[in-house]
């Protein structure tokens, strides 16, 4: 039986594309939903983007046949503009003016003229009022990724012969010798392309070795004696993230790093890029730049006063923290004279070596020769992060950082982020590298790390 899906603004706020992505059923439009992306269709920010998207789209539609009655899609489906149902009735203390009150009036009048109707909408308080009602409400899930915890993380503890373990600097290790075990049973693994291995032997379980899949072999890590800017990795997830980010950016223009506060992900992505951009003996790039997705800073820069560093410093502060430690790696001395500390960190601003940007100002841009990091990346949309990572230029190297447990978006969650997204879409790539850092690799201080597992 096919289905009617009705259309809240949001979704196609976040996702243009949601208007054809219901295959061969037919998506409902309300009357209420154009007024809402009429108005938000001059915006600067992302929302009034994907508004003016959705809206050519439906003019193309427009183009080929009336949208009131219905225009046919090429996935076979129908779409439809609903003016009608203006009068049903809703529960007592429900508003008849409100946008998302005349959605709801619309799908109960469907529902009313026996349709199987299912509202899609980001938001919350809206599905739980559709449930009151009697309305099926869901959210929009095609571009949704695993939760959490089955999300993939790029890493993996195996097992394998000590034979094997002998000869591994000089001939890595095929995946058909490597295992788990499930009870006494061993299990065969296939790996992933760039995928990290904890390496234990069969025999004594703390006898480990850590190596990465290259396709074709476990090999090695080619960083394991590097310490990029001063910094020593602390931890074997530190090892791991090292190697992500000390590959050069035609071998993996793209590394994915998710993980709780205090794992180091801005630290060390800050240290690697110094290294390669600061160090003449290691100069790969023309700079790094930085950019943190915030809900409210992004729809408001344009409003703010100053110039466009002044209004993106307060964002920063997480950054000038981290910059704080790298540059002064003397913790007895480094907050004795505050101004010397600080006019270090500003003559990497003022060289050009680091800059700062909003996300607004990078979108449609193609980067080049640019260490590009992306940190608190959980608050990206999925088209977001789709638009930086495909516009990419050469020499270019993305870091996308985050935690998708700890998101700021009011419509998105652990599921939908764009950080998330592509975690889940790159998979597999060889131009990918990806890893979730675990919370017992919090270094931030013994009170975060036991507040990490704890809450």
């Known amino acids: 039986m096919k289905k009617t899906y009705v259309l809240d ?21 309300p009357v209420a939903v154009l007024e809402e992306l009429d108005k938000l269709k001059n915006d600067d ?26 225009v046919p899609l090429e996935s076979g489906g129908l779409i439809k503009i609903e003016t009608n149902y203006s009068n049903v009735d809703i529960p007592s203390g429900f508003h008849h003016d409100s946008n998302d009150n005349r959605i709801l009036k619309v799908c109960k009048g469907l529902m009313d003229d026996s349709e199987n109707v299912i509202l899609v ?11 009151m009602m009697g309305v099926v409400a869901e959210d929009f899930t095609t571009e949704q990724s695993p939760v959490f915890e089955k999300q993939y993380t790029g890493r993996m503890d195996a097992y394998t012969s000590d034979k094997a373990m002998s000869e591994f600097k000089k001939r890595g290790i095929n995946p058909e010798n490597i295992f788990t075990f499930q009870g006494f049973d061993r299990t065969p693994i296939e790996p992933v392309p760039n995928q990290f291995f904890i390496l234990h032997s069969e025999t004594n379980d703390k006898k480990t070795l850590l190596g990465r899949y290259d396709g074709v072999k476990i090999v090695p890590l080619r960083s394991i004696n590097e310490e990029p800017f001063g910094v020593k990795p602390k931890n074997v997830g530190q090892r791991f993230l090292q190697e992500a980010l000390m590959q050069d950016a035609d071998v993996a223009p793209l590394v994915i790093i998710k993980g709780t506060a205090g794992t180091a992900k801005t630290f060390y992505s800050l240290a690697v890029g110094l290294q390669h951009t600061y160090e003449p003996s290691s100069k790969r790039y023309r700079k790094i730049l930085i950019t943190r997705p915030n809900v409210q800073f992004d729809e408001d820069i344009g409003f703010l006063p100053g110039t466009e560093e002044e209004r993106i410093a307060p964002y920063l502060r997480p950054i000038i923290d981290n910059l704080e430690i790298l540059v002064d790696r003397n913790e007895n001395e480094r907050y004795k004279n505050e101004k010397q500390l600080r006019d270090k960190i500003d003559e990497l601003f003022y060289r050009g070596i680091i800059v700062a940007e909003a996300m607004n100002f990078i979108r ?10 992306i940190d608190e990346a959980q608050n990206l949309t999925p088209k977001q992060v789709k638009g930086i990572i495909t516009r990419v230029g050469k020499g270019t190297k993305v870091v996308l950082l985050g935690d998708p447990q700890q998101i700021d978006h009011p419509l998105l969650d652990e599921k939908t982020n764009g950080l998330s997204y592509a975690s889940e879409k790159m998979k597999g790539s060889e131009l990918c590298f990806q890893l979730t850092m675990l919370p017992d690799e919090c270094l931030r201080s013994t009170l975060a790390q036991d507040a990490s597992s704890r809450m």
Do not use: C, H, W
Request: charged residues 25%; aromatic residues 6%; without cysteine.
């Open 121 to 131: 909408t980001k938001d919350i308080i809206v599905r739980l009022k559709a449930q």
């Open 9 to 29: 603004t949001n979704v196609i706020i976040q996702s243009p594309l949601a208007l054809s992505s219901f295959e061969d059923n037919k998506v409902v439009l």
């Open 45 to 70: 920010a992302e929302r009034g983007s994907n508004a003016r998207q959705a809206i050519r789209f439906l003019e193309d539609l427009r183009l080929m046949g009336n949208l009131y009655e219905g």
């Open 364 to 373: 449609g841009r193609s980067i080049t020769n640019t260490y590009l990091i």
